[in-house]
């Protein structure tokens, strides 16, 4: 257990540090005083890194001899939520908190920049180190690949800390984990005219309504029973006035999927659909679709690499296989669609649920998160 030894022994600063970014949370693609602080600790390390734009950096490890590239992921952005937590290192910037753990993970990256750095005689190769930005509103990944973060990489790592499973838990997934997030905005155009004569207008609302009901056929009729979808209107605005029919609706909503061949068959189908029901009754319609992350997919090899690791550094009862399917978007998913791939969970047993104000973790998971990114780098690098 040399590797989780020497995790255990950088506790101490990287507890310091982590609460030093949870007292200074960033929202997305503002996060410099979080990047100045990892490129100062780098400088500390002697360790090279180049900065992403507009923030986050990409540190990079050699070891003793050439050899493979491996990248190891950790987001760094916070939420607009006003901290509730009493914590003595609560937020200090007011609507701003970490409540999503990135704290964490940028600490345990660190934590692992500085371990694989103390051993980098002992191993042949290089690990790289993703300080992510903007991962919360799934922009980071997208502009840290296109910065270059993942060329010449054989296989990256992420993982993230889920604040209701048990401390020290590390569990994971091999293929479709976390939904592909898409938005959605339809505008209805029809023609306004008095609600008593409504034959001399087009109605907005009518054409509307009929296909908040007609996008649910996407999930019933559209695509495999066996691939989970969920279509969502989360909005509908139309209508100025009682008696007069309504001219436009703006139609607004999100779909979660798990197959990249039902994600990439999303925006056709949604335009056919909102496109013809709006011309049973006269009407157009406009979509403006958005993909926000892709399907987060964890290759099978990479996963079965991720649990020898975590198997190596942890008590084998706190590693555990994962069914779970979760609805939620998390844009480390843009690198699954480039490159091969795992992400890993690891329980850090509190109480509230991610992205709330009450978000309180047990640190003494992150020892575990240093040990597993390192060992998952390290066990790249030997296959
Ligand atoms: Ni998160």
């Known amino acids: 257990m040399e590797i989780r030894a020497l995790a255990h022994e950088m506790m101490p600063e990287i507890i310091e540090f982590r609460r030093d970014l949870h007292r200074h949370p960033e929202a997305s693609l503002q996060e410099v005083r979080t990047t100045n602080r990892i490129a100062e600790e780098l400088d500390k390390l002697g360790v090279s890194y180049r900065r992403l734009e507009p923030t986050g950096i990409v540190a990079e490890v050699k070891g003793a001899k050439p050899g493979k590239t491996v990248a190891l992921r950790g987001d760094i952005d916070a939420l607009s939520i006003t901290e509730k937590t009493g914590l003595p290192f609560a ?128 999930v019933s009729r559209e695509f495999s029973p066996v691939d989970p979808l969920v279509v969502t209107v989360g909005s509908f605005h139309s209508g100025t006035r009682w008696n007069i029919v309504s001219g436009e609706a703006v139609l607004e909503g999100t779909i979660r999927s798990f197959s990249r061949e039902v994600h990439n068959a999303l925006p056709e189908t949604i335009t056919r659909i909102a496109q013809e029901t709006a011309a049973t009754f006269r009407a157009e319609a406009e979509v403006e679709y958005h993909c926000i992350t892709e399907v987060l997919i964890s290759d099978p090899e990479m996963t079965d690499l991720a649990f020898v690791a975590a198997n190596k550094v942890c008590d084998p009862a706190m590693v555990k296989r994962s069914e779970r399917l979760q609805m939620g978007g998390e844009d480390f998913a843009e690198y699954t669609a480039h490159a091969k791939a795992a992400f890993m969970t690891l ?37």
């Open 347 to 383: 329980g850090a047993g509190g109480e509230a649920p991610q992205h709330s104000d009450h978000f309180v973790i047990d640190e003494s998971a992150m020892e575990v998160g240093i040990a597993v990114y390192s060992q998952m780098a390290l066990e790249m690098l030997a296959k």
């Open 91 to 218: 937020s200090e910037c007011d609507g701003l908190m970490h409540a999503c753990g990135h704290d964490t993970h940028a600490a345990m990256l660190l934590g692992a920049v500085k371990l694989i750095n103390s051993i980098r005689d002992s191993f042949a190769g290089t690990v790289r180190f993703i300080f992510q930005p903007a991962e919360e509103i799934g922009e980071g990944a997208k502009l840290a690949i296109k910065q270059g973060a993942l060329e010449g990489v054989e296989g990256i790592f992420g993982m993230h800390i889920a604040a209701q499973e048990p401390v020290g838990l590390v569990s994971g997934k091999a293929g479709p984990s976390a939904a592909a997030t898409d938005q959605f905005k339809i505008t209805i155009k029809g023609k306004a005219c008095h609600g008593a004569m409504p034959n001399t207008g087009v109605d907005a609302v009518v054409a509307g309504s009929a296909l908040v009901m007609n996008l649910q056929t996407m």
